[in-house]
């Protein structure tokens, strides 16, 4: 297993801006994809961002799509989320999660954070 470990979440205003990283302990396949997915209190958990660990190839939620970006480290084993121009609707938990198909749905990840939560205030 990749455990994943989340960090970066906290409260900010709307409007603001949050960058989360997702650290990754042992080796991650160049073939992994590595994704972002969030969970509002009463919602399902749903699809954020994604992004191929050896391609500069990324796909985005209509929702954060241009405001959200993803991105990777790879000496560190990392992947970020910067996130701007920040939503009250955008609180939620967020989670980063490992799988190896380019995929949005949730059964599709293997491997889970324990999640960070953001909160944005009107």
């Known amino acids: 297993q990749v455990p994943l470990v989340e960090s970066g979440g906290g409260s900010v205003q709307a409007g603001g801006s949050l960058r989360l990283s997702c650290s990754a302990s042992?080796?991650?396949?160049?073939?992994?994809?590595m994704a972002w997915f969030r969970q509002a209190p009463g919602k399902e958990r749903e699809f954020v961002a994604l992004?191929?660990?050896?391609?500069?190839?990324?796909l985005y939620a209509d929702s954060v799509k241009g405001r959200f970006t993803i991105s990777r480290d790879s000496a560190s084993n990392t992947v970020f989320l910067q996130m701007n121009a920040l939503k009250v609707e955008d609180t939620a938990v967020y989670y980063c999660a490992r799988g190896s198909h380019y995929a949005t749905d949730v059964s599709s990840y293997n491997f889970w954070g324990q999640g960070t939560q953001v909160t944005v205030a009107s």
């Open positions: 042992g080796r991650i396949y160049s073939s992994s994809v």
């Open positions: 992004r191929r660990w050896s391609r500069d190839s990324t």
